[in-house]
């Protein structure tokens, strides 16, 4: 059975960094991309990241450039999210999701399987 | 950027209907287009991808079309576990994507 559990969420003030982590299981990690998406209280989803196969092709959202880091540690079946600078804006559940098919590099996909989500609140 | 206009808002109806809700791009997609259920508190669940095909375990009663730059579901019969908020999901391009603005069907 595909899982992915997210963690790493909590409080921070406006400035701070967090980082979330996203634990998989049931899937040959390695061969899949990875995305970030959140969606702020109340309102819809935002993609925000995503990192291929392998690691070296990663792309953000306008509105995390050069704030936020994806990276992945394929022996540890790890996706993280690095999140720098943080803004009240960037107060939303953060979900880690799964390509739905293995070995697509730079070429884009649905998500197949999502996280539950972790909760990260910017405020002072 | 690709921009997703996705209608209605919110949508009522009562079961046994039939619903369509559309999505709108603002480029060429080529038809590279998903939806998504997502109930209160849980995370989303992919429904249909490439604008027409269903994805495995999904309720046949759920289907999708495309018309050019116009995407539509289609959920037939609806049942009480169908009420939930729906999202259109484009996927062009490697490098980024982005959703609709959401449809919430509710119970009239």
């Known amino acids: 059975e595909v899982q992915l559990l997210e963690s790493g969420g909590g409080l921070v003030q406006p400035g701070g960094s967090l980082r979330l982590s996203c634990g998989v299981s049931g899937f040959t990690f390695s061969n899949y991309a990875m995305s970030w998406v959140r969606q702020a209280p109340g309102t819809g989803l935002e993609w925000v990241s995503v990192?291929?196969?392998?690691?070296?092709?990663?792309y953000y959202a306008d509105s995390v450039e050069g704030r936020f880091t994806i990276s992945r540690d394929d022996s540890n079946n790890m996706l993280y999210l690095q999140m720098n600078s943080l803004r009240a804006d960037d107060t939303a559940v953060y979900y880690c999701?799964?390509?739905?098919?293995?070995?697509?590099?730079?070429?884009?996909?649905?998500?197949?399987?999502w996280g539950q989500g972790t909760v990260v609140t910017v405020s002072s | 950027d690709i921009q997703m206009t996705q209608s209605p808002a919110t949508l009522s109806a009562s079961l046994g209907d039939r619903v369509t809700i559309t999505c709108r791009a603002s480029?060429?997609?080529?038809?590279?287009l998903a939806w998504y259920q997502q109930k209160p508190g849980k995370a989303p669940k992919l429904l249909i991808y490439a604008a027409s095909s269903l994805e495995g375990g999904v309720s046949s009663r759920f289907s999708g079309s495309a018309s050019g730059s116009e995407f539509t579901l289609t959920i037939t019969s609806l049942e009480p576990d169908d009420f939930a908020t729906y999202y259109c999901h484009q996927y062009n391009t490697y490098s980024r994507g982005s959703f609709g603005q959401g449809t919430r069907l509710e119970i009239k």
């Open positions: 480029q060429n997609i080529h038809g590279w």
């Open positions: 990192i291929y196969t392998g690691g070296s092709s990663r």
């Open positions: 999701a799964k390509f739905r098919q293995q070995l697509v590099f730079n070429a884009p996909d649905v998500f197949d399987h």
